[in-house]
Nanobody
Framework: EVQLVESGGGLVQAGGSLRISCAAS????????VAWFRQVPGKEREAVSLIGSGDGSTIYADSVKGRFTFSRDNAKNTVTLQMNLLKPEDTAVYYC?????????????????WGQGTQVTVSS
């Protein structure tokens, strides 16, 4: 059974930090691109960062560049998103996604597997 299980998240004041993680199982994690998406009610799911399969390169959305760090540990089948200098506009449900093109994709429709999501709330 394929599973992506997110952990972390929560409530933090603006300027603070949070770390969210995603543990994968049931598929070939090394061979899969992984991404973090976020979504707020009434808006489309948007990509935050993605990593290609294996030790692929990491790409960030302009809105989080310089503040977020996305890393993967293939030995543990996990990915982590370290979020620093958080802003109220970062408030969203964050989703881990895997599969799709080997280099990753900015389009949520191209991913095969999804986690359940974790809430991140940044207060002003």
């Amino acid at each position: 059974e394929v599973q992506l299980v997110e952990s972390g998240g929560g409530l933090v004041q603006a300027g603070g930090s949070l770390r969210i993680s995603c543990a994968a199982s049931g598929f070939s994690f090394d061979d899969s691109a992984v991404a973090w998406f976020r979504q707020v009610p009434g808006k489309e799911r948007e990509a935050v960062s993605l990593i290609g399969s294996g030790d692929g390169s990491t790409i960030y959305a302009d809105s989080v560049k310089g503040r977020f760090t996305f890393s993967r540990d293939n030995a543990k089948n996990t990915v982590t998103l370290q979020m620093n200098l958080l802003k109220p506009e970062d408030t969203a449900v964050y989703y881990c996604a895997a599969g799709g093109p080997s280099g990753g994709s900015w389009f949520w429709t191209e991913y095969d597997y999804w986690g359940q999501g974790t809430q991140v709330t940044v207060s002003s």
